[in-house]
């Protein structure tokens, strides 16, 4: 089975800190995605990446940077966080020849 | 652009009912089409899928077909569960690698 693990669940910060969220998928996945979803609003892509050290801009790519440095795993960046990216963030990978994408727990994230 | 329609919820029904949830596409050539299902507090789970037009997806009682003809992916199941309950969201992924999600439907089944 595929899994996709985030570091954390719930997350609480405060304005103007720098976050990281951490994504992992352990099936040699090529493609990694990360999304925000908000109730009414369904998921956005903020940042996606076919391949290591690539990083391609999803929908709202404002206020976020990503890194991928091994194929496994893809972070998220907020570089100072507002209370309007209080949200729920969810990772996804996905085998390019296959399609398909599986998704992780979710991390849940307030900023205060 | 390529988008995913799928009907408004919420939807509430009795334990044993018919579930039908509507999802219809627009892309140009012949995308793959998903099914997800949320439940509370967690992640997305990958369904069922079809790949071509007639294809059917199938898992856990859930079905869907692929019909080229109407640009629809409808879920169906016969006789629904509390357990059922979640969000179900309808996806494609067109010929370029895109993933496009449907607003998501939240269905609760009621003993």
């Known amino acids: ?112 | 652009g390529d988008s995913v329609t799928q009907m408004e919820g919420p939807v509430t029904l009795s334990e044993e009912a018919f579930l039908t949830i509507n999802c219809t596409y627009t892309a140009t050539g012949y995308p793959s089409l998903f099914w997800y299902v949320q439940y509370p507090g967690e992640g997305l789970q990958l369904l069922l899928k079809a790949t071509k037009a007639d294809d059917k997806g199938s898992n856990k009682g859930f079905e869907a077909t692929y019909r080229k003809e109407t640009t629809s992916f409808h879920l169906e199941k016969g006789s629904v569960q509390v357990s059922d309950s979640a969000v179900y969201f309808c996806a494609l992924l067109n010929t370029g690698n895109q993933f496009y999600f449907g607003t998501g439907t939240s269905l609760t089944v009621i003993p």
């Open chain 1, 1 to 112: 089975d595929v899994k996709v693990t985030q570091s954390s669940r719930y997350l609480v910060k405060r304005t103007g800190e720098k976050v990281f969220l951490e994504c992992v998928q352990d099936m040699d996945h090529e493609n990694m995605f990360w999304y925000r979803q908000d109730p009414g609003l369904g998921l956005r892509l903020i940042y996606f990446s076919y391949d290591v050290k690539m990083k391609e801009k999803g929908d709202i790519p404002e206020g976020y940077s990503v890194s991928r440095e091994k194929k496994e795993r893809f972070s998220l960046i907020l570089e100072s966080a507002s209370t309007n990216q209080t949200s729920m963030y969810l990772c996804a990978s996905s085998l390019q020849s296959v399609g398909a994408q599986y998704f992780g727990p979710g991390t849940r994230l307030t900023v205060l």
